[in-house]
């Protein structure tokens, strides 16, 4: 039996997860009152988004006209290896720093919190595929190999396999851990 909270099949979470979320609703996240760790949050959020939409248009205007694989190289290769820091280091500082800190500022949220630590490990699957599939069209876009369009291919089709997952795991983790801050988060550092 799969598990319907697994990040690749799950369409959200189960509401008595989302009590704070009640609370504090997505519409009062623009507020100017926001503290600043929950903005700063909602930025990293947005920057991930942003990178994942200008590699998403890359690949699919390669896909549209696939005789430039360099000009891609030259395009992708800079922002999918921001992107992969950006990302690894985050999911790093949550996982060993805030996570823990927020299973005991809420314990009633704990649940929430292990799922959203374990979609990291889910996330850092698609880490791997999109490091390996970006090395791969690196090295062939570098040697000008004729296989370097299917490098190309293979990398749009590993990004197509990773970015849905990324974008269900950063709203869920917005939906427990924005209000969690805004609410109960003073302190947190």
């Keep these: 039996m799969s598990d319907p909270l697994a990040l690749d099949t799950r369409a959200g979470l189960p509401g008595d997860w989302l009590y704070l979320r009640d609370r504090f609703p997505r519409e009062r996240w623009a507020d100017p009152g926001l503290t600043p760790m929950a903005a700063h949050w909602l930025q990293m959020h947005a920057g991930f988004r942003t990178h994942a939409e200008h590699m998403t248009a890359l690949t699919t205007g390669f896909r549209a006209d696939p005789a430039d694989p360099r000009g891609l190289h030259r395009e992708l290769i800079p922002t999918l290896q ?9 999911h790093r500082i949550e996982s060993g720093h805030y996570f823990p ?4 500022l809420e314990p009633k949220i ?5 799922l959203l630590d374990r979609d990291h490990d889910a996330v850092h699957a698609h880490l791997e595929a999109l490091l390996n599939t970006g ?4 090295m062939a876009a570098s040697a000008h190999a004729p296989d370097a369009a299917d490098a190309a291919h293979r990398l749009a089709d590993a990004l197509d396999a990773a970015l849905p997952d990324l974008a269900r795991h950063l709203d869920d983790e917005e939906d427990i851990v924005i209000p969690l801050i805004a609410l109960k988060g003073q302190g947190i550092g």
């Design 82 to 90: 921001a992107f992969l820091q950006h990302l690894d280091g985050h």
């Design 135 to 138: 090395r791969a069209f690196h």
């Design 101 to 104: 800190a927020f299973r005991t």
């Design 110 to 114: 704990a649940e929430g919190i292990d």
